[in-house]
DNA sequence: GAAGATTGAATACTCAATCTTC
DNA sequence: GAAGATTGAGTATTCAATCTTC
């Protein structure tokens, strides 16, 4: 239904090649790009401005708040806030010195770490909760239908599914979609 | 329909209180969040790879392709593009720099500076433009069906008009939501 | 030697301050 | 003096290289 022969360019105007993008998919494409550019700055001014954090130090505190002995493997921990490992180290050093969060080698493997959050990291995360919780219903839920937050929801875990299988796509297979 | 009185806990899993998240709006707040912080990075790497740009780049150079006299006033190009001012100025420095982009004084309003997308930039935008919409095509809107496409469009656009509205949350508004 | 994790160098982003033209 | 734009300082992110423990 979505591809109903219509073709619109995303890119320059001409050069209209075989498959591009139909009508419906360029509008939903151009959504989510500018929803990639503008939401994650109105996320973390929120929480920065009421908590010190950005929203992936929201993402890991809040991570370790609801797990066992609020304890997590760095590696597990990356997985869990959607960053690469790398990411993660940098900012629970940071997470550290702040006292919100501890490093301790794990018991069991001595190459692993534990990342434990710390009593004043989750005062924290209970303080910044609310107030993140209501941007994201003011930014993100508020301005839809049930339906559309139901939808929306379906999509996301579609996309993430993929992204978590194939995180970029291959050099030869982007100079013609599969198909 | 979706609040049917379930009430489940973003963030401690303790301290539920009046008005939180309920299941279907956490489930959709979760596959956003991951989105915001996987999405961006295989995008980019794409993008990065075959044609040396990051995803806002291509929506500076793509944004003057398709406008007139592919030339646009930074403040509107800002827009277009999604990103500040301020970003967009220095992005432009580095486009210049590769001599993508020409800046001139706007002739009519010397305060204003229009960006020209220059003839290397333009063959840069149209060799890369196929290969960034297979990316977006297999990342993005293969997984989903035609219908989740357009719905996806649809809360995307509400979500960003909104943004464009109000794009932080006021501090006072934060600790409770407005309902 | 391989898995898990950390570090450092290069790059990019943000915010506030500044500059120019109207 | 205000609108439009740029710059610079501070901070965050990424990638590759390294280190440690198994």
């Known amino acids: 239904m979505a591809d109903d ?3 619109a360019c995303y890119g320059p105007a001409s050069d209209c090649e075989p498959r591009w993008l139909s009508a419906d ?3 939903a494409w151009k959504a989510v ?7 994650p700055g109105a ?4 929480l920065q401005r009421d908590a010190g954090l950005s929203m992936f130090e929201y993402a890991v505190l809040s991570s370790l708040s609801i797990s066992d002995d609020r304890t997590v493997r760095m590696s597990e921990l990356a997985e869990l806030a959607s960053g690469s490992l790398s990411r993660l180290s940098n900012v ?3 997470l550290e010195r702040r006292s919100l969060v501890r490093r301790i080698p794990d018991p069991v493997d001595g190459r692993c770490t534990d990342a434990v959050l710390t009593d004043q990291g989750w005062d924290l995360v209970v303080q ?6 209501a941007a994201v219903r003011q930014l993100v839920l508020d301005p839809l239908t049930d339906a559309q937050v139901h939808s ?7 996309i993430v599914r993929q992204l978590r299988r194939c995180p970029a796509p291959r050099a030869e297979a982007t100079h013609l979609q599969p198909d």
Chains 1, 2 share one sequence.
């Open 5 to 7: 022969g219509v073709s």
């Open 25 to 27: 998919e360029l509008e």
């Open 33 to 39: 790009i500018s929803l990639l550019l503008l939401l």
């Open 43 to 46: 996320l973390d001014a929120q």
């Open 92 to 94: 629970v050093t940071r």
């Open 128 to 133: 910044a909760a609310p107030g993140h919780a």
């Open 152 to 158: 929306l929801g379906e999509a996301g875990e579609q």
